[in-house]
DNA sequence: ATTTGCTTCGAAAACGTTTGCGTGTTGAAA
DNA sequence: TTTCAACACGCAAACGTTTTCGAAGCAAAT
């Protein structure tokens, strides 16, 4: 077991000093050619490579950053994650990942944890539970200390920073409309209460699209889950007594539990009822009938996440022109087997 | 936009020494009462938290564990990363995560980019690449640097060091009994090529449960998939050309893939064709029918790994116990609609 | 008055780098 | 022989901590 060799070791060894150890691998012309060779051979043989806490410290930055999100095992995250992975890697960036599992304090401790030196920035999607208090102290104090953040898909007015979002209403508008066009009236949507900022905006652009097309807007077609492990009753129920002729999902697991349901039932899909979800992930793809659905760009999004806050990290020197983007990501609508 | 306070900072306005500020607020008794109260005090007010770098350089640990995973978008590793993280974040230890994309230059590289002190040790699944290559040779040399690794899941003998695997083969081998004991005797298995060791494992496992029921092993019947992209036309083949009466697949989407194409040609399951999956993962649940399967708990596979990791990292001093143990993670069957 | 011992604090080294600047040596020009 | 550049290298500070050791100050004991 060979250790790690530093600097100093190889100055031993070489009896010269640190500084010129450290000039000769960086080619320094100060350094003649002979003891250039002859260290950067040495240091080849024993595999050198410079200490990165060491250089942090120094440099101040960590060549790291963190992303904060509610859950992993959610498609749609995972994706984020892949694309913020990818432009960081190309970047020389790394990427700690912090999960909140929907949770106010473990957002609070872990920002807390790692805002000390220990990265450059942050990029995060807002947990359900710090949606639902309105509280981003924790946020707005990082901000403060000068440290970068990106918010993502959850976001909030509330605090001033880069972000990265869809177009949650007019997607929502969009995919309505949809179903609109295809002569279907009668149109439920599947959505969450109203804290979780994508599902208010979804909602509301549900609501566009029906008042644009002089829908009467039925109140008892609009389901609001608040429970996520327990709602297949919420759903049957709403099927079942409301002779819907569309159904719009905000999210995957909603809409093939819908499906799941008119199954069970004989309700045909898409001839009897149609089905459209939100956020294009495995179980869209792979469901039978696989589901129609509102795309959601994880890896786009991810990607261009990593790329402003890089690119704020990089031209921090350049004095702060304190405009924050707010940046959309487009959505598209992939047409499957369950709308007709 | 205030800065970050240091040591040395509150040294200077408080007009005492460094030493006296980092003892005072270690509540050190070599300090007065007095003094103690009054640094901490002035922390307390400017917020003062040590810079995690320093700590990192002085301590020579980092308190930060990497993973190493070919895919993140895949749900078995989602779910991993998942268990790792919470026993990570309850003993105080931070997670990156790389992500190798199945290839062996990335993990190469990421590798050897962390091991220079970023990280105080690797939990990782090889990527296919490196499993094909058989190269290990990046791993080994931090192994021999003093790195702890834990792999799991794609492993190798070829590595010496803590592993956490599943009984793969076993697992096979009792679903493919569970569905003989159905009475099926006709099963085809839709598996991987064979350097990707969990596939040759499930395969194996899969022929001796045949064998001891005395059912000849039907070559055309094994089918291994090497194009992960494009396998559907192998599998209608597989399906519509051997009479097969069970099926059992080496992962999610080879299953629900089967489903889709027993579906498309009328074919009833379970009923005229049962099929069995690998990994409890959201497809299998929400398929129609959902889909029975080989549930490989990730969470706690992650969580095991990162346990067996931190143990050998607190544990270091008191002198290597060169024992590498393999911890196998049981398996369980889920019992669904897919089969009789 | 001197010694002892306790309390309270500061200097400095250490972790591993990078880098500006000072300095000693050499050879050539004056 | 003296002077001066150019060259080659080392010193030391800096990044922000922790910790060992030494020392100053002072009261009590001899």
């Known amino acids: 077991m060979k250790r790690k060799v530093t600097l100093k070791e190889i100055a031993k060894e070489l009896d010269v000093s640190i500084s010129t150890v450290s000039k000769s691998l960086k080619n320094s012309l100060e350094i003649s050619e002979d003891t250039r060779q002859k260290v950067q051979a040495f240091a ?17 930055k960590t060549k790291t950053i963190c992303v904060i999100i ?28 912090c999960l ?19 990265i450059d920035g942050f990029i995060m999607s807002l947990s359900k539970e710090t949606q639902q208090k309105k509280d981003f102290h924790h946020i707005a104090e990082v901000i403060n200390q ?27 508008y969009n995919a309505t409309q949809f179903l609109i066009d295809k002569g279907l009236k009668k149109i439920a949507i599947i959505s969450t209460v109203d804290y979780v900022s994508v599902g208010k905006l979804r909602t509301d652009g549900y609501r566009k699209a029906l008042t644009n097309n002089d829908i009467k807007v039925d109140e008892n077609i609009i389901l609001k889950i608040e429970d996520t492990e327990n709602f297949e009753a919420s759903i049957e129920n709403l099927i079942l007594n409301n002779e819907i002729e569309a159904l719009f999902a905000v999210n995957e697991i909603f809409a093939v539990t819908a499906l799941k349901i008119a199954k069970k039932h004989n309700i045909k899909v898409p001839e009897d009822l149609s089905v459209i979800g939100f ?58 087997e369950s709308t007709k």
Not at 151 to 162: E, P
Not at 280 to 308: E, L, R
Not at 315 to 336: G, S
């Open 44 to 60: 080849k043989l024993y595999n050198y490579k410079p200490n990165n806490i060491a250089l942090s410290l120094k440099n101040r």
């Open 146 to 172: 000068g440290m970068p953040v990106v918010l993502f898909d959850r976001v909030t007015n509330d605090i001033l920073c880069d972000k990265v979002i869809i177009d949650d209403n007019l997607a929502a």
């Open 100 to 118: 909140s599992d929907e949770s106010f304090d473990k957002e609070v401790i872990n920002m807390e944890m790692l805002a000390n030196g220990s």
């Open 70 to 97: 509610p859950e992993i095992i959610h498609h749609f995250f995972a994706t984020v994650i892949s694309g913020v992975e990818a432009v960081a890697n190309e970047n020389g960036y790394n990427v700690i990942v």
């Open 279 to 336: 956020t294009d992930g495995i179980i869209s793809k792979y469901a039978t009938p696989s589901i129609s659905t509102v795309s959601q760009n994880g890896i786009k999004m991810g990607g261009k996440a990593a790329k402003m806050l890089i690119e704020r990290l990089e031209n921090e020197e350049e004095a702060a022109e304190e405009q924050y983007k707010i940046e959309v990501i487009e959505t598209e609508l992939v047409e499957r």
